[in-house]
């Protein structure tokens, strides 16, 4: 499908989405077709805390951190990702003109993954393994409905959860979800917006960043990303490898994000990377 | 649109969403062109006193209720029905092998509706005016997105808001809504079921069913109608009106609720009505 860019926006604490839903909506309206893709971590963090069912993190043997997440907190997640957070944006988007449809990687089957049947975790020091984890990763996008929509004019306005092939809703990475959407859909430009600048060589120092990610510095790149740059990084080169052209790792925050990661504030990734 | 049935399932107290799912997946495996709407309320209620923001009815001079909706309501709401409830049906009818797509009235403009800019309503024995309320009515259904599903394969899942011409999200009666798409879209058969069996000639007697609804005792059943009942046949009536051939007012519990229904069980509307 050409000329289409996927803008994935983080639900991290402090992105104000009318900005974002201002520029979005200036994008469509001069032309562009685009598909929103957002998250909705923190919301899902206080309606789960107010809710009694308080956020748990699981960090496996290598660091890797996720959400744990039981039937309760998928239930937690689909109100604050595919209710509040969803809704909301949709009707921002419709209110500046724009023909936005709300949908969850679930509906119609846009992102089909595998849930992890067996999770690693570090639990008071020792390892222990998870076996009911409704969580997974997305391993195919299903492009149909959403070039359905494109088609006629309407803007697809994307989130997890994701679902397996036997219609398990599992929680899943959205900006590698992003990151699969924009490859598959054969997105000329990936944007991954959040509360952070970018990739920072020190994470404590905002001035740090490195401005463009190639052949030739990805290895310190990747160093550089702790926490949940990683996803980011990790969803940049495989944007890359699968056919997008640019991928920028950006901030959301303020009147023009979207221009400015357009125009290469963050950390650009540009051509092929080989795969270390 | 030929061959299209219309499905409402309430949202009260005690409806199980499994057995509806079972049945509601046969017919369409069975080759059935189905839209399944749904409504939220008891969640919605048990999710705002969780949260701190109980639920509040407000009471019409002439004695209608409606659910009092702030923003703060508004976004309950839809973390109830857009989020608990709507992904759970997906999710459900996707494990069933049906290809469910979860939309709200506001995804793609389905539901065009006005908010209801004053309402009058009786607090502490005097009258009222409430101007900031975000509920209304629909007043235009926009078939168009429910087409394009339909008419690959997709199944609709439909719930509340519906949206304003100006892009604000409202709260609007489910079953109302759901007898203007089945108008709309053309349906055969348009069900409404819910947590009773009917129209009960007398409200505390279960087995006072009212089984037929026609042009002679019309008057009647508008009469025995109280509470949420009222607008149960107020749909029903504007289905038939509008050239549904017919509605059927029954049970969505037990597990061939559906097919009962289909069958005859509950109140039976058929035939045009005049209006009275």
Sequence with gaps: MSNVIVIKIGGGKGI?????ADQFASLVRA????????????????????????????????????????RRTLEIFEMAYCGKVN??????????????????GLDGGIWIGS???????????????IRDDLSGRVERVDTSLLELLLNCGRTPVLTPPAVT??????????????????AALGATELLLLSNVPGVLADGNDPTSLIA???????????????????????????????????VVIGSARGDDAITRARAGAGTVFEGAHANA
């Design 16 to 20: 104000a989405l009318e900005p974002i």
């Design 165 to 182: 092939a036997e219609g398990i809703a599992i929680n899943v990475d959205a900006d590698r979800a992003a990151a699969m959407t924009a």
């Design 31 to 70: 032309g562009t077709r685009a598909v929103l893709v957002h998250g909705g971590s923190h919301e899902t963090d206080q309606l789960a805390e107010a809710l009694g069912h308080p956020p748990r993190r699981l960090v496996s043997p290598s660091g890797h951190e996720s959400r744990r997440t039981d």
């Design 87 to 104: 809704k909301g944006l949709v009707e921002m988007l419709r209110a500046r003109g724009v023909d936005a449809v709300g949908l969850s």
């Design 212 to 246: 463009r990610a190639d052949a030739g510095n990805l290895e310190r790149v990747r160093e550089a990303a702790k926490g949940r740059m990683k996803n980011k990084v990790l969803a940049a080169e495989e944007a890359l490898n699968a056919g997008v052209a640019r």
């Design 115 to 129: 849930r992890k049947d067996a999770i690693r975790a570090i639990e008071g020091g020792r390892v222990v393994i």
